[in-house]
């Protein structure tokens, strides 16, 4: 799907799909680089890691392996809960792997602290963080993100696996949500 058969529910595209493609080869290089020589583990956070998984991962020129965690955040509102809830914990037992955390948006950065604590206390022997959006508000979140593919206004966004009450995450671009929509 994409803007163009929104029939208005965007007040503005803020990433195309092109641009989307572009910035994940380049963050994809970047991690293939970074990660030479090593059995890299990248975990998605569900649901709305599912496109940046299956873009990055693909567009990595080595194996990879791939794990899901779901977590509760939003519900269907537009704001942070604070409340992080392991829904679906990970198959594998990440001891001594160097495991890339994949995540759609980092907003209040609440969701990621839950996951890093959570995660860096099962030993892996790397732990870093990718994310595609980040909002202005993460910048006061200690977390450091080794990657992020674009830094965005405060705006609440959909497409690309970024949802509003389920919807919209196959929408190929992604853009600001028109108030109408949630008021
Ligand atoms: P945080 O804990 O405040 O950083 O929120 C992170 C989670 O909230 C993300 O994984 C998304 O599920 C959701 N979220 C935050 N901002 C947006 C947005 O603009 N659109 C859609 N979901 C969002």
């Not at 058969?5 to 092109?18: F, H, I």
């Not at 380049?26 to 990248?42: H, M, N, Q, V």
């Not at 890691?49 to 509760?72: E, I, K, N, P, Y």
């Not at 990657?147 to 206004?153: L, S």
Request: glycine content about 8%.
């Amino acid at each position: 799907m994409d803007d163009t058969q929104l029939d208005g529910d965007l007040t503005r595209v803020l990433v195309t799909k092109e641009e989307l493609a572009a910035r994940i080869s380049e963050l994809a290089a970047e991690i293939d680089r970074d990660y030479a020589g090593k059995d890299l583990l990248l975990v998605g956070v569900l649901n709305g890691a599912v496109m940046v998984m299956a873009d990055l991962s693909r567009a990595l020129t080595r194996h990879c392996r791939m794990d899901w965690m779901a977590v509760s955040s939003y519900g269907s509102g537009s704001q942070s809960s604070g409340v992080v809830r392991i829904l679906k914990d990970l198959s594998t037992d990440v001891t001594g792997l160097d495991v890339l955390l994949v995540e759609d948006i980092i907003d209040t950065g609440l969701t990621l602290s839950y996951l890093v604590s959570n995660l860096r206390s099962r030993g892996p022997a790397s732990l870093r963080v990718l994310t595609v959006f980040r909002k202005p508000e993460a910048a006061r979140n200690p977390v450091e993100i080794a990657y992020v593919g674009f830094d965005i206004p405060n705006e609440f966004v959909v497409g690309y696996g970024l949802d509003y009450d389920g919807r919209y995450r196959n929408l190929t671009s992604v853009g600001a949500l028109a108030p109408h929509v949630y008021s």
